[in-house]
């Protein structure tokens, strides 16, 4: 292990406010030191972007063809809008990242797309529901059912079980809609269900999926996955002209690279939930703190009393109440996140008692 | 200096391809191993990011406000969307990247905005031939002039002149029209003309830069930088919405930070620039090879015979006629191109003799 | 009266499936003939549009710009694309035409607005759920709060009361959002609510209109109508683009002017709506049949049993149960409805008695 | 012959402006006068509009797909979009009308497409210029080649024939594009050519038409015409959203059946032609003029002296220098230019002898 290492300890009382605050990972910062080596083609047509699209379809045990991006928004918007016309509707979830924290970046690289909240608890909706909201096909003056997009693990940190992505998926295909997975934090649901990338996916009837990365231990690396090679189509184009098709890709595929081998991403995914867990069974205890929802993969949601909420600012937390619900605060755990650390949160928050 | 610049000195015979087939430069990559330490803001609120609007405000010698971003394309075709409605028109040379190498994502970003090419030798247009291309301001049947974007060095590898800038500035907001350069070689340019970053931009006239590093030194930083406050407007969602405004923002302002520090820029580019002059120099001298234009920064344009080209390519030089012109060859120098793979390339090149 | 009312008579039994089966009205059809004569100029430049900016500035009583379009879609879609940036948030009715009905049109023309519902019962919102609803601003991540639009009569036919739009609009400017109104059926409010063109818009905080003249006695005639100059901005332009400049744009203008004159546009919407008022009493007392708004306007909409449905049907009444909530069938008067017709409907809705 | 014809008789001097500034031929103008009748569908389910599908397929000699609109600038966008991808190219000659009069809707409803000039004299281009213009194939850096549009009579008044546009066709086929004619001044070409509707479009290779009928004798009435079924695709969602699918169509529909019965097309196109040609000889006998092209339709260019011009402007002309090549003043007759009107020009031009 390089000197990449060394100054990845040091944290901060903000650690909980986001996994985006955490570093990157030292395999993952190794594999880009060591990739800065030599001669190679640039965008894209590099060793280690193509050994890429093996490993991915090694990992999702199909032909898969990837293509690296270094955003999440990205990903995101570039997948629906390969699998969505300008006039189409994209079916999530009222909460869904692609609907709030995107700057409207699914409308945009779609060329105006529209989305349409489909009801749910929890952040998570079902097939049922699903089937009663998809409307409007066949008729010339609704924008067009084109596709459903759910998150995985979901935006209030709940998993979708992979009965429940197949049932969704069903439905989906039913009405002639691709299915998208928004998979920002995607190695924290895996190792909650314990199931396979391809159970987790296309074995349950996902098409396209945004593989997040970035979260759990990358510097910048995000890719979009085809499951099917017929929906891949002009991809390329849109990848290219929306600046995400980088000149020297080699470092975000040698991100990607490493990161899924040796398994570094379930393990930094298992720390990650694991301190979730201890966190949430941690504070449930507590007086004047309710769960907002079960904690199921790195994200932990809590109803604040106006005391404990004080403590923790006094006691230099940063929290905020998330826009999510209105009233839950957001602690989110990362890769490297440490137990002292829970600890320390769970100290302050009990300083009201 | 740290493990990270080991292997950057093995190179293969493709190392004249492109600028980007180069690796990052060691100080650009310790500063990103640096920055891969403790918790920070996600989305750009961290220190680097911050520090940054500092230290390019040092180096323009004026308040600006600075955008990074990952992507070339991306950088032009946001800087261009900030500048130009969708019904606008932007006017630049016909041999302009981005009118010819960016997949149409300045038409995209813009939302319909047309490119409309200005004549002019070598890849360069001067303000008289702008001035009489500029037309259908106020008919409401014509897409409205909107801005001039000229590349610096521009894709013959000449350098616009400061006065020339100037002038063709001059011309510009005469017209109304805002200056957009593609300095996606800037430092090269820099350079070459001896003169301050501040003189080749806002003191010539230029209104928003989009500021090139990945090519001379860095992993994947460019800039889009603003000199005049009111042209901001609301960028920042733009940014957001192309994603490229990242999570983990710090690794790119680190990359940027370290890019101009110390002059690194300018010693990356002299180096550069003095291995494409070594080159073009002894190119010219030898039979059935003709220089296609004037070697002014780190790109040499030769008209090879086709014995020539014969010999390079026998010899394991990847020798692409560019579509620039059809007929010229290209050959890029980078911040660590040896003296010895020019002197090499040069005596496959001898052989026909 | 010219040749042109002589067929306007003739009705089949769908007359009540919606307004735009109707004809255009004798004044509106003889006043196109009118101005098929004589050279003018071209795209809008004719006397007729010239003198629409005056009329309609009187009608107003103040200052307007008018562009004349011939298809609401387009009007909608262009007066919110002038008031929203591509990144925008435009809150309206989760029921509103701009919102189920246009294809998404308002997407497309503002290059990815987002339609963001605003919860209220029977069709429209109030002041307080809007300013609730409202979120995001200067959120980097969030589509940005840009305008908010009520459609008058609203798509239950229910009116807004000039009071409700004067709180809608001052908190939507408290917010610094535009407020626009989509008036496909502005006359039939208008009549109802007995009040001046400018009471029901500027002077209760309208910003732009979209004037409806189709479906209430035209061929196919709207407009786009400013009330603020400094909103017109480019208008002209996006017109244009659109496809909405017509090249014998006299043909529109001329619709428009005769729509207005002598009182013509009231006294069509107040027949169709007398005729809508004479239909709902009516259906109201029997049995089988529930109104499911109040009607106050020119729509009615009933809840009806079985047996009145089938009755209805195989009367000859194409009765469509409205995608609006799912259960409710729409019957629509025109300005040329006639007393007979709402009596056939009638009798024969009682059949089941 | 109804009353709507008593008015079309007076004619200012403007008369040579535009043949958008005559009005509607009496037949058409009866046509939308008696479709003023009865109750009809909407939305273009209206008896009129599907009579008009085989009315045109009866034309064409071959089923065709029809979508009715009113605008040439819409039907151009419309059609290229729907056989351009958003990063496509459109190849046209640099003085078409879709690339310099449209204020960018081709790019606007493509949602990004490029315009390609191809070069040629006289304002067509021809086989082997635009095979030499085609590139950037499967490159994904560049704008992919998406279609060619040619204009019918073209710009300049000239008139393709039909060997050449099967020329142009057989070349763009070979390079995978798709055939647009922007068919502005469609009947004007033909009645040129004397050849049947299928020789001048889809036997000889033309895949989408841009039927134009408001400058030849209609109110506002232009068609997209579809000659393969498989390109028509989601076009009706495209037709819709662009507000271009009118609520009242009949009226537009009923334009375009008056104007292909009887041959009234035909005919008005004969009479404009004859009287450019009148004018054309004419003027082409008189000092200080020179014809700037041949007059081969309704358009014609002259180059003319100061003496020349002062006289026609002093005689109450509207000479405009034409834009098209910044030197020749345009004179367009249209179905209705009188002799009379021809004779009077050409006496005032005469005084300067």
């Known amino acids: 292990m390089g000197t990449s290492q060394k100054n990845t300890r040091m944290r901060s009382k903000n650690s909980f406010a986001s996994d985006n605050t955490s570093t990157a990972c030292p395999q993952v910062m190794d594999a880009v030191v060591a990739a800065n080596s030599g001669i190679v083609q640039s965008y894209g047509?590099?060793?280690?972007?193509?050994?890429?699209?093996?490993?991915?379809?090694e990992i999702f045990e199909t032909p898969v063809t990837v293509f690296p991006t270094v955003s999440g928004t990205a990903s995101n918007a570039l997948a629906l809008s390969a699998i969505t016309p300008s006039f189409g509707k994209i079916y999530c979830h009222g909460l869904a990242h692609i609907?709030?924290?995107?700057?409207?970046a699914p409308e945009f690289f779609s060329g105006g797309a529209k989305l349409v909240d489909v009801a749910g608890e929890n952040g998570k909706f079902n097939a049922e529901t699903l089937d009663a909201t998809i409307d409007g096909r066949d008729v010339v003056h609704n924008s067009q059912p084109a596709c459903v997009s759910i998150t995985q693990a979901c935006e209030t940190g709940m998993v979708y079980q992979t009965h429940e992505i197949t049932a969704i998926a069903a439905t989906a295909h039913e009405h002639r809609l691709k299915v998208h997975m928004d998979g920002a934090r995607?190695?924290?649901?895996?190792?909650?269900?314990?199931?396979?990338?391809?159970?987790?996916?296309?074995?349950?009837?996902?098409?396209?999926?945004?593989?997040?990365?970035?979260?759990?231990?990358?510097?910048?690396?995000?890719?979009?996955?085809?499951?099917?090679?017929?929906?891949?189509?002009?991809?390329s184009y849109l990848h290219k002209r929306a600046g995400q098709l980088l000149s020297k890709m080699r470092f975000v595929s040698a991100q990607l690279e490493a990161y899924v081998a040796d398994d570094i991403w379930l393990r930094n995914a298992q720390h990650a939930n694991k301190m979730a867990a201890r966190?949430?069974?941690?504070?449930?205890?507590?007086?004047?703190?309710?769960?907002?929802?079960p904690t199921q993969s790195n994200e932990v949601f809590v109803r604040l009393s106006d005391s404990v909420m004080r403590e923790l600012r006094d006691g230099g937390f940063d929290v905020n109440v998330e826009e999510l619900d209105g009233s839950a605060a957001r602690f989110v755990t990362a890769w490297n996140t440490q137990e002292s650390e829970v600890d320390e949160l769970v100290k302050v928050a009990c300083r009201t008692r």
Chains 1, 2, 3, 4 share one sequence.
């Open 45 to 57: 047509d590099d060793e280690y972007s193509l050994r890429l699209q093996t490993t991915m379809s």
């Open 99 to 104: 609907n709030n924290d995107e700057c409207g």
């Open 279 to 293: 966190l949430s069974a941690a504070l449930a205890e507590l007086p004047g703190i309710e769960l907002a929802y």
């Open 186 to 235: 995607f190695a924290n649901a895996l190792v909650t269900l314990d199931v396979s990338p391809a159970e987790m996916t296309w074995k349950s009837g996902v098409d396209v999926l945004s593989l997040g990365a970035t979260k759990n231990g990358c510097l910048a690396a995000e890719a979009v996955v085809f499951f099917k090679p017929e929906l891949v189509g002009q991809f």
